[in-house]
């Protein structure tokens, strides 16, 4: 069993960066292929960015490409999520998953544990 813990959440302003860490226990995830998500209010949940088990592929949804960095340290047994030049429509709650079922890396079906969410905000 793996437990994920977010943080690196807040209030930030328009243009500026913030870093998320997502923190695993129970079980080592350099076996999974992880994933950040995000979910605004009103909003289905929605694929942010991946990365292979090894760090050496991401793939991006093209609404972060070129400001949002997925990145990971199996030694620490954590992924990052760097990201920079923030907008309002940004603002979310945002989560890690591990994958864990055959199928789309941008579906949230695809994925078998999840953390709790860090809320990120953007003021205009």
């Known amino acids: 069993q793996v437990q994920l813990v977010e943080s690196g959440g807040g209030l930030v302003q328009a243009g500026g960066s913030l870093s998320l860490s997502c923190a695993a226990s129970?079980?080592?995830?350099?076996?999974?292929?992880m994933g950040w998500f995000r979910q605004a209010p009103g909003k289905e949940r929605e694929f942010v960015a991946g990365i292979t088990r090894s760090g050496g592929s991401t793939v991006y949804a093209d609404s972060v490409k070129g400001r949002f960095t997925i990145s990971r340290d199996n030694a620490k047994n954590t992924v990052y999520l760097q990201m920079n030049s923030l907008k309002p429509e940004d603002t979310a709650v945002y989560y890690c998953?591990?994958?864990?079922?055959?199928?789309?890396?941008?579906?949230?079906?695809?994925?078998?544990?999840w953390g709790q969410g860090t809320q990120v905000t953007v003021s205009s």
């Open positions: 129970g079980r080592t995830i350099s076996i999974y292929f």
């Open positions: 998953a591990g994958y864990t079922q055959s199928g789309s890396y941008y579906s949230d079906k695809s994925y078998g544990f």
